[in-house]
């Protein structure tokens, strides 16, 4: 399409003379736009930092009339942008977008330089995946790359931020309340017991005193430690080392995450409406996310959706849940999708009458 006929089509927009192919055809190519948009203005805000005279998330903030903390996130993309080209070019061509290189530069922040210097000679291969890749599915890619150049396993930095770990407490005076700050390592806070915070210890515990904690890992991982093709995913995100993770799975407190392992019942029939512990430890193995096609909200994050529902006659039957996050579980209840099912097999219609397929969950791989 050429730029005359672009304006044309864009500028019918509103009109109601657009057939629907055309309209996706101004989303596609907005979309293209925005991203050369973007690179263009991380390029702008790389060769601003040669101005040393000036505080250049400040002057991202002013330019750009946003928040300081904004401005600090323009920059940081800016500077992933130059350490990885390919993930700037691909930004540039539109197949990507910038959550994309925030993701990216999250996990850059973390690298010593050595490392970051190791990543940014695979500057082709994460440009490549995160053309490929939802945003969800490149964290976990950059994740493991940047494990892949720790060669220890991550555990220096995890042992300096238990020495960075506090808790002051203190009354205010004109209260009387007890107020109080905290900075915990994340074994501590995953270990933490929440009782006093209703709505998370109904999610994090499984019924006992302790919070429920869900590990996903290859036995090789477990085993030897990290390899090229790991799996290792903890709830809520939470970044652990391997050797944490591997130390946790002799605590008998802990249940490893395997199907039958304990001979849990996961089938409930209509003995109970909602998801039991075991029903969430196996479709949390399953399911790292949503389980709607190209949605890549965490599972931890999810509700248990009945697919035939509950009320007349749905079973609470581990085949019958899928995890759904908010957004997609109200458009199952009350958007006017309809879902078909045959085992794990389903078909969703949409109100406008396209169809997504979903088979059984994928195996976790590298």
Same mark, same amino acid.
């Given at each position: 399409?050429? *730029? !005359? @006929? /672009? ?6 927009? +509103?009109?109601?003379? %657009?057939? #629907?192919? $055309?309209?996706? &055809? ?33 002057? *991202? !903030? @002013? /330019? ?6 904004? +401005?600090?996130?323009? %920059?940081? #993309?800016? $500077?992933?942008? &130059? ?36 990543? /940014? ?246």
């Amino acid at each position: 399409m050429d *730029v !005359a @006929a /672009a304006h044309l089509l864009v500028d019918s927009v +509103g009109s109601g003379l %657009v057939e #629907r192919d $055309a309209l996706l &055809r101004v989303i596609a190519d907005c979309h293209r736009l925005s991203g050369w948009v973007e690179a263009r203005r991380l390029a702008a805000v790389g060769e601003l930092a040669a101005f040393a005279d000036v505080s250049v998330p400040g002057e *991202v !903030a @002013a /330019a750009c009339r946003t928040s300081l903390f904004e +401005g600090d996130r323009v %920059v940081q #993309r800016a $500077a992933t942008a &130059r350490l990885m080209p390919d993930l700037a070019e691909a930004l540039s061509a539109g197949v990507l977008n910038a959550r994309h290189l925030d993701v990216a530069a999250n996990v850059l922040r973390r690298a010593e330089p050595d490392q970051c210097a190791r990543l /940014a000679d695979r500057s082709r291969q994460w440009g490549r995946a995160a053309a490929q890749m939802s945003v969800g599915e490149f964290k976990e890619f950059v994740e493991k790359e940047l494990r892949a150049v720790q060669a220890d396993d991550g555990i220096d930095r995890f042992e300096q931020q238990r020495r960075d770990a506090r808790l002051q407490v203190w009354t205010n005076q004109a209260t009387g309340m007890v107020c109080g700050q905290f900075a915990l390592d994340p074994e501590t806070a995953l270990l933490a017991d929440p009782t006093s915070n209703t709505a998370t210890n109904s999610v994090r515990h499984g019924g006992g005193g302790r919070p429920e904690i869900c590990i996903v890992a290859d036995l090789e991982t477990l085993r030897r430690g990290l390899h090229e093709h790991s799996i290792l995913t903890v709830s809520d995100g939470v970044e652990l080392p391997v050797e944490t993770v591997r130390r946790l799975a002799c605590d008998p407190d802990i249940a490893p995450a395997v199907l039958g392992t304990f001979g849990e019942v996961l089938d409930m029939g209509r003995r109970a409406r909602l998801a039991t512990a075991a029903q969430r430890r196996a479709l949390r193995v399953m399911y790292r996310s949503c389980w709607i096609p190209g949605c890549d909200v965490p599972f931890d994050n999810c509700t248990m959706h009945h697919l035939d529902p509950w009320v007349p006659t749905g079973r609470s039957d581990l085949v019958n849940f899928r995890p759904a996050c908010d957004r997609h579980h109200h458009e199952l209840h009350e958007g006017g999708w309809k879902v078909e099912t045959d085992g794990w097999w389903a078909t969703i219609t949409l109100p406008d009458g396209t169809n997504q397929h979903t088979g059984p969950p994928r195996t976790q791989t590298a």
